[in-house]
């Protein structure tokens, strides 16, 4: 029977999650879905996702690809493997790819948004996904100043996790935006990017908000992309208002084959 690719993508609330990436010792998003879709053909596979998200994190739509020799309809697919998963992990959508597709090769963008909830009281209903910052308001002019300068070319050595391994710290950002949530006490910070580095988006996001603390200025996030110094930069804000919203296989410009 002739092989196939089927590329699924998947959306999931990362807070029981240990991550995306299997762990025989924790619960994690690669884990689940495998079980799930090796009850449905049968057969060992190998699920290549186009993001390792970590510990809390969520996905909207992260595409998911494996190998099968089964002929089991798109729909058939996503309705079984539906029904084998948890209430915080699902197939939105599942779609016939080129034979050997793979995800990670094929990405040529990430589009990450993290959300603040900004108030003096705390809202229970955000609190698996967004940050709280308790305050009546942020000075959001200057986080978006703050934001623009992530923009282009640069090295994010001062946006990176010590644990960080990447050969290479240079990224390419395309978009970086601060919007206010209508009707919502939430503020979002969207980041488009080539690739990211280990917690990368999250420092990004704890420096807009030290901008938008007074803490810090928009000119000091040049600074830190010039010296590279991540004890000047801001915490790494919290796993649970980080969603990674896109992975784009086509509209942007390749900036090498850096990883993230």
Request: hydrophobic content about 40%.
């Amino acid at each position: 029977m002739t092989s196939r690719t089927l590329l699924l993508y998947v959306q999931y609330d990362g807070t029981d999650f240990a991550g995306w990436q299997m762990q025989a010792e924790h619960r994690t998003v690669q884990g689940e879905l495998t079980r799930a879709v090796e009850s449905m053909v049968a057969h060992r596979v190998v699920l290549h996702g186009a993001s390792r998200t970590d510990s809390g994190v969520h996905a909207r739509a992260l595409p998911v690809c494996f190998d099968t020799d089964r002929d089991i309809p798109l729909h058939g697919f996503r309705r079984g493997l539906n029904a084998r998963l948890a209430d915080d992990l699902a197939i939105v959508d599942a779609v016939e790819a080129e034979p050997g597709f793979r995800t990670r090769s094929a990405a040529v963008a990430k589009t990450y948004r993290y959300l603040f909830q900004v108030g003096e009281a705390r809202r229970p209903l955000w609190t698996r996904y967004a940050a709280w910052v308790k305050r009546d308001r942020l000075d959001l002019d200057a986080m978006a100043d703050a934001a623009s300068r992530y923009l282009g070319d640069h090295d994010f050595s001062a946006f990176r996790s010590s644990q960080c391994d990447s050969r290479t710290r240079v990224r390419r950002m395309y978009a970086a935006t601060i919007t206010p949530i209508e009707d919502a006490p939430l503020v979002a910070f969207d980041i488009t990017g080539n690739a990211f580095l280990r917690n990368m988006v999250r420092i990004m996001a704890g420096t807009v908000l030290d901008v938008g603390r007074g803490r810090l200025t928009p000119d000091h996030v040049s600074e830190l992309l010039r010296h590279g110094d991540r004890t000047q930069a801001g915490p790494t804000a919290p796993a649970q208002g980080l969603t990674l919203m896109r992975v784009h296989f086509e509209g942007y410009p390749r900036l090498g084959r850096s990883a993230g």
